[in-house]
């Protein structure tokens, strides 16, 4: 497939999203590009996860359109777009309990991906994953009912990589980890930018969006309020106590 170099590499336009009759979002558009890291900014209930959601195919999308590299993916099913290239790591890790570290990992694995230029997307290995994260290197065997929740935060976002995406939609990845988890999820996504992989992430801190966030969005009651750099979103007092302060 060829795409215009130009283009985002994802774009959502007037996207709305429903969980069975309550319409959640509205009318959202955003943009992606290649190597970039773009944060979904907004307090708990602003619709962020369920941007992602919808734009991975995971709840129902009645009306807007999704274009990933070039082609409609609007009303495919989740498992094609990740063939496609588009990774998801939801909030709630869903790892294989009964599978082990290795086991897990081994689910995701996908071929390696070219991009239209003839670059290489960075092809994962266990070996790389373990790398980036020392704690999965030490307990390859140990299963996934035995890990704590920062254990299995990271072990999605590898198994989620050894799919070698172009861009991964990162749902919360500091939420309810501890600080050195959060540590090294922010290692994580700075490496995986300096490699050209871009990221969509939600995330409601904003020193740990401010860390590895180019632009963001700021979503309210399921609409865009606010676009900036994240450095103007940072800057911005006004902004950040309308829609973001708890």
Known sequence: MTTDESAPLLEVQGLD???????????????????????????????????LKAVMGLVPRRHGRIVF???????????????????????????????????????????????????PVPAWTPE???????NLGEMPDRPGARMSGGEQQMLTVARTLMGNPYLVLLDEPSEGVAPVIVEQMTGMILELKSQ???????????????????????????????????????????????????
């Open 128 to 134: 790389r994953l373990f790398a980036l994260f020392p």
């Open 196 to 246: 050209g992989v871009s990221l969509l992430l939600s995330e409601q801190n904003i020193r740990f969006a401010e860390l590895v966030s180019d632009r963001a969005y700021v979503l309210e009651k399921g609409q865009i309020r606010h676009h900036a750099t994240m450095q103007e979103l940072a800057a911005d007092e006004a902004v950040r106590r309308a829609y973001l302060s708890v």
């Open 69 to 119: 590299r070039g082609r409609d993916v609007s009303r495919g099913a989740p498992y094609q777009a990740a063939r496609l290239g588009l990774g998801f790591v939801p909030e709630d890790r869903r790892v294989f309990t009964d599978l082990s570290v290795a086991e897990n990992l081994e689910v995701g694995r996908q071929p390696p991906r070219r991009w239209d230029d003839g670059t």
């Open 17 to 51: 999203a429903w969980y069975g009759a309550a319409q959640i979002l509205h009318g959202v558009d955003l943009h992606v590009r290649r190597g970039e890291v773009v944060a979904l900014m907004g307090r708990n209930g602003a619709g962020k996860s369920t941007t």
